[in-house]
DNA sequence: CGAGAAGATTCATCTTTTTTGCCTCTTACC
DNA sequence: GGTAAGAGGCAAAAAAGATGAATCTTCTCG
């Protein structure tokens, strides 16, 4: 029993961005410090936009973050949007040539188990995941990157000192 | 996020082994029964001997027989002990090239989740997974069949009645 | 004791899934 | 317009899983 590495990856490409929050971080940089080929990095982003977790931004400057806190993010939610395939055995497809299928109660107690494994992830956000020592040794400082877009919100929040980025969204999300 | 067929069959071959818990069923029969080849589910029921859930007669009349009541038979530990990796990532393994390891919450996580799906499982036995139906579908009336061993217990369990024959045969015991 | 019926083992192959990377396109800032 | 970013399709490579053939061992029966 296995999660894929695309979840793995894409869990551990959350983590990152958790410990970022303060800037954008392009996949490039992310790719280069998981040491995975960035093409396929891209894919699972891909998934991880598409789904609502983050938000990229394109052209120059451009890079990925966090689309919510990683308090709202749900470590369950994103399991079953990654994991493209949660059927645990065969019958749990709807065609099924188990002679059993029918009168078998495989597979709802099977189905309960699951439903036990991600209910336990429910209880759990990124923000859990998000340990102290994990700031430490993800977070890349401002400095060491470059000012970029994040840092200089050009639609501008109106207050000005706040420097989580959480709603400087500069263009309509398609 | 699968379990492996592996185990599927496994899980199969105990409940039809429970459903026919009166007589021996040979490994061909089953085989024939589930549309497997016979040496495939050889491997897996010489598993399931190894781990002492079924116990397996040699010799002419010989067959397979539950090892003990399925009332005794969980589900959980059938799982654990034939599903050879219940790794769910890399770094659940001693090695792993994770910059995350060490510091990474996430490990604790799925371990906590992997246990409620396991535990979900202890808490249903391989009885819970027999239903009047599947007795129905399953089970081969001894007439069918022949008389084997299985109803006069020359080498194993002395003790002979156990639990076992509350459907008495049409044969002469001993 | 010998034959045949069962399970036990080994080995090789085939299939499917997963993982990976390349190449090209689109978008958007500067 | 140039360049830096993400988007997407294609396909190769690798790993895991599933399957089957052939052979060996053990055991009961006659």
Redesign the interface.
Known sequence: ?????HT?YA??VL?YLGANEHRLATIQEISG???VSRSHLMKIVNQLIRNGYVEGLRGKGGGLRLARPAARIG?GQVVRDM?S??????CFAGES????T?????RA??G??????????DR?TLA????P??H???RVPVDAIGNRRAMRPTTAVAGGGENRPENTVDRDPV
């Open positions: 029993m296995h999660i894929t590495l793995d869990l551990r983590i410090r998981f040491e470590i994991e395939d949660l059927a645990l055995v065969e040539r188990c002679l059993l029918g009168s078998c109660r495989l107690v099977l309960n188990a699951l439903d036990a494994f991600l209910g336990s992830l759990q859990d995941l998000l340990s020592q994990q430490e040794i993800l």
